[in-house]
Every structure is written in structure tokens, then in C-alpha cells.
């Protein structure tokens, strides 16, 4: 099956929340009010708790127009059927404590976050997803890639919305510390 891979673009902001609106998330219901925004924001847990759906569809939307929330949509001829959170490592606000003293004065992408529609799981959408942001990564001068996906695979397959550490090591990347059950995983560019 061939699936087409888009970056997000304003154009595709109504695709990519009502994507998302359409899926089933009853494994984790709060997950269906995210729109993917939890890495982008710095508030308290108990504040990200409060947050509604129409908050965080709301603030997508606007950080898509305004070029800050990118990533990719998979497709299926005109059908949505995969995302992928990828973008300057400098947007996920809430990640850069556990990450600065690797990342330094780099320009590093980071890939945090697939979300892949039931019917399509296992059939490669997130490995395509993945291999564009690089390649994008590659072409526009980063100087590396980071990715943190969780380690246990004893979870349901919805835990891994991370990705899989097998899926970062085929294109190169390489485990580079463990903090906790999550696994950093580097991919470093030769561009200089």
C-alpha cells in the first residue's frame, strides 16, 4: 500500500484536529482532549488536567498558522490515517529540562509523538512519518535528531505513541541514555 506523507501547514490544521477528533481514544479518554499540545506547554500537571479539548484544538490550530506546531499527516489517498509530532526541539517547553544538557547549543529536531489510526497500526505509517521528518531535519541544516520513546513493551500498543526503539535504530539513530523507562535516542547529521 502506498501512503502519501504531508508536512503540516496551515491548510491541513482542520484535517489534522478533526483527525484526531475522529479517533477512539477510550484506553486513555484524556488523551482525546491533547491535540497532541502536552509536550508544548509548561503549566503544572494538575493545570495540563484542567485544560479542555476546545483549549488545546483552539491553541493548535493557532501554533499550526503561526508555524510553531509542526509534524506530518499520513494519508491514504484523501484519508488521514497518521501523525507525527516533529519539529525544533525548542517548542516542547516541557521537555527541556531533561534534555538541555544534550541538546547545548545544537539545532536539534525531536520526534515525540505518533498517532496512527487503529486500522493502520503495523503496516509501517509511523516508520514513513518518522523517515520524513528526518530527511526534512537533514535538509534544512539540524544539526541532529533526538526521540524518547518509552522502553517498556510489555504496555498496550497505544503506550508506545512515542514510537519504538527498533523503528529509531533502523534509520540510524542510537540510544545515548536511559532516564528511567525512557529511552534517548540521537541521530547526529554529518552536514558540517
Not at 78 to 95: E, T, V
Not at 127 to 148: P, T
Request: negative net charge.
Amino acid at each position: 500500500m502506498k501512503y502519501t506523507i504531508k508536512p503540516l501547514s496551515p491548510d491541513l490544521a482542520a484535517i489534522f484536529t478533526e483527525y484526531l477528533e475522529s479517533l477512539d481514544f477510550g484506553h486513555a479518554a484524556h488523551w482525546a482532549t491533547c491535540f497532541c499540545r502536552f509536550y508544548h506547554t509548561n503549566c503544572s500537571y494538575e493545570q495540563w488536567q484542567t485544560r479542555t479539548g476546545v483549549e488545546n484544538r483552539t491553541e493548535a490550530i493557532e501554533q499550526i498558522k503561526a508555524g510553531n506546531m509542526k509534524g506530518y499527516l499520513a494519508f491514504d489517498g484523501d484519508k488521514c490515517i497518521g501523525w507525527c509530532n516533529a519539529s525544533n526541539i525548542g517548542q516542547y517547553i516541557r521537555l527541556e529540562k531533561d534534555i538541555k544538557h544534550i541538546v547545548k547549543d545544537q539545532k536539534v529536531g525531536c520526534v515525540i509523538c505518533f498517532v496512527i489510526h487503529q486500522e493502520y497500526r503495523k503496516q509501517g505509517v509511523a516508520r514513513l512519518l518518522l523517515k520524513q521528518a528526518v530527511e526534512d531535519f537533514k535538509s534544512q541544516g539540524f544539526d541532529a535528531v533526538l526521540a524518547m520513546p518509552i522502553m517498556d513493551l510489555n504496555e498496550e500498543s497505544e503506550k508506545l505513541y512515542r514510537g519504538t526503539v527498533n523503528m529509531y535504530q533502523e534509520l540510524g539513530f542510537e540510544e545515548i541514555e536511559k532516564q528511567g523507562n525512557v529511552s534517548i535516542m540521537w541521530l547526529k547529521f554529518n552536514n558540517h
